[in-house]
RNA sequence: GUCCCGUUCGUCUAGUCAGGCCUAGGACACCAGGUUUUCAUCCUGGUAACAGGGGUUCGAAUCCCCUACGGGAUGCCA
């Protein structure tokens, strides 16, 4: 085994790339990258009535989204192409015709209701329900008369009855069956198109791949293939079959409980890195006591003996969380830049332009209050709004405290008067280039001359005009805070003050102060 | 039904291949406390697991067998 590892990933192009596919193409993709090896995709499009250009764009996309990246395949060329299976029909061809020449491979022309009753005869008898394998030993002149008759049969793999087939698993050590279990499978449909086990067969030998890492629905596809292989005259890869994403409820992941499609959790604001990481631990662990890594981390580990024995189940809290953590880390300028196609319509487009400062600002106040970029839009709404209006949690801070429209009133006065940064649209851009949000007690205070007042600033004033009235400076804050941004919760009171500015701060507070029906 | 695979906290897992370092570690979730103008972040602490039964051994989460449960396959789908 001095051979470079080569490992594909071979979706068949009939829907969204799933969130188990999805893994299958990390794992197979991080054993190649770890060992130094070629990562290529294969297109297996055999299925002609349920395969679509358009499935196979998605896919690659979702791939793309995720950070994996081929070597070989569509969109990228390579040496052991075509890498469509639609296109590869005359290698086919070639090997069919060999293995029937071989006697390792035979015309089969029985109708769909002779293979089912067939089935069904063995299962009454006890046995594995099967093709029965009527047509395996037709004499040259029966045949003929057959394919007169009904036309061209199907191609049928003449398996071996009388042998125990052990596949070494990867993952799961050796695995052995005996083979007279399995059917005399179709290789070649009537119409010429090869079925799954037999192109994947003649594709693997033919691409050089190394290693296969898929899932555990492909265990007794292994044994057959594996068989072929032999037949061929030829090794087959290196397997290992790893057990399926399952859902909450222990079954096979379904939509009902989670989104199946990765581009999915791309349009719900998942930070794909966090996906990334998140399903390499559904089997695979980093180590005892860390569960986030890079990439380049884990490739320096990754192992595909280490891949677990056990199926998983998928927890979006988990991922929520991962999410969130990944969110956390991102700078300034790479979060803005992905947080602003989920914020079309709540931060005004030319924001982005003349005051990148001030979307900084804002964005950055919500970091630690995020797990999805898709909340951006919900938690930003306040600040470019024309009006808000208390929501029911606000509604009942106000209730609370009888006197708040009068203090409100009395504070918008103060600030009025107070060098606040300008509201938007006006250039603020000074201000938010010197203070840095979100403001926090473990930041220093910028130094230098400050071009207005600050978030510290302006709640020390604020706690100066409280105890001036003698209020108790938490009965003004929650009132303040549901004037200016409708809600109870959010960033610091003085960032909200400060990201308004002057005008629209003022102008906010008096609209609550004046409409609430201030008693006489 | 038949064949194949699996089984450590609610969830993902470390430990199993090379039996003692395991009164079983970490993470998410949950609960309690701290910081705080809210929410969140952050910090501290807590609840919580070797499926069951037999062996082997001085000693088993780790090796063997059986049972139970779960998953997969049983397609001219992949």
């Known amino acids: 085994m001095t051979a470079r590892p080569r490992l594909r990933f071979a979706p068949s192009p009939t829907g969204p790339l799933h969130l188990g596919g999805a893994r299958t193409a990390l794992y197979n993709w991080a054993a190649a990258r770890a060992m130094g ?8 499009d055999t299925d002609q009535a349920r395969s679509s250009e358009q499935s196979l764009r998605i896919i690659l996309e979702a791939l793309r989204w ?11 060329g390579g040496d052991h192409g075509p890498y469509l299976q639609t296109e590869r029909l005359d290698i086919y061809r070639r090997y069919a015709d060999r293995l029937v020449a071989a006697g ?10 002779e293979v089912e009753e067939g089935r069904q005869r063995l299962q009454a008898a006890g046995e594995r329900p099967m093709y029965d394998r009527r047509h395996r030993d037709l004499s040259d002149a029966e045949r003929d008369a057959l394919r007169r008759e009904r036309g061209p049969g199907s191609l049928r793999f003449r398996m071996p009855l009388d042998q125990v087939q052990v596949l070494p698993d990867l993952s799961k050590g050796d695995v052995s069956i005996n083979l007279a279990e399995l059917d005399d499978w179709v290789m070649v449909r009537p119409d010429g198109m090869p079925t799954y086990n037999f192109a994947c067969v003649v594709d693997d030998l033919e691409m050089g791949i190394t290693h296969v890492v898929r899932g555990e629905e492909h265990l007794m596809n292994g044994f057959k293939q594996a068989v072929l292989f032999e037949r061929l005259g030829a090794e087959p890869p290196r397997y290992a079959h790893i057990p399926l994403i399952l859902g909450a409820g222990g079954k096979k992941l379904s939509k009902r409980e989670a989104s199946v499609d990765v581009l999915e959790y791309r349009d719900k604001g998942y930070l794909p890195e966090a996906v990334f990481n998140y399903i390499t631990l559904l089997g695979w662990s980093f180590s005892g006591d860390r569960d986030v890594f890079t990439k380049a981390e884990m490739l320096e580990r990754f192992r595909i003996e280490d891949i677990g024995t056990k199926g998983s189940r998928f927890d979006d809290a988990k991922l929520r969380w991962m999410s969130g953590d990944y969110l956390r880390r991102l700078s300034a300028d790479e979060l803005v830049e992905r947080v602003r196609p989920f914020v079309h319509g709540v931060v005004p487009d030319a924001a982005f332009e003349t005051q990148p400062g001030l979307v900084r600002n804002a964005v950055r106040c919500y970091q630690e209050r995020a797990e999805l970029l898709a909340e951006f839009a919900e938690k930003l ?10 929501d029911d949690d606000a509604r009942k801070k106000l209730a609370k405290s009888p006197d ?8 918008a006065a103060l600030l009025e008067t107070s060098a606040l940064p300008p509201s938007w649209p006006d250039d603020r851009t000074a201000a938010d280039a010197f203070f840095e949000l979100p403001s926090s007690a473990d930041r220093p205070a910028p130094a230098g001359t400050a071009p207005c007042l600050g978030p510290r600033e302006l709640e020390a004033r604020c706690r100066a005009f409280a105890e001036e009235r003698g209020i108790p400076f938490g009965q003004l804050v929650h009132p303040v805070r549901a004037a200016l941004t409708g809600t109870t919760k959010g960033p610091g009171l003085f960032d909200v003050v400060f990201l308004l500015g002057r005008r629209v701060a003022v102008e906010r507070l008096r609209a609550l102060a004046g409409g609430s029906a201030q008693p006489a």
């Open 37 to 44: 090896g070629t990562f290529l995709l294969r297109i297996e």
């Open 381 to 390: 709404g306040w600040l470019f709004a024309d009006r808000v209006e208390p």
């Open 104 to 113: 390792h491979a035979y015309e089969c022309f029985a109708t769909a209701e």
């Open 404 to 411: 708040a429209p009068r203090w409100l009133a009395d504070y």
């Open 66 to 76: 995720l950070g994996i990246d081929w070597d070989e395949g569509p969109e990228r």
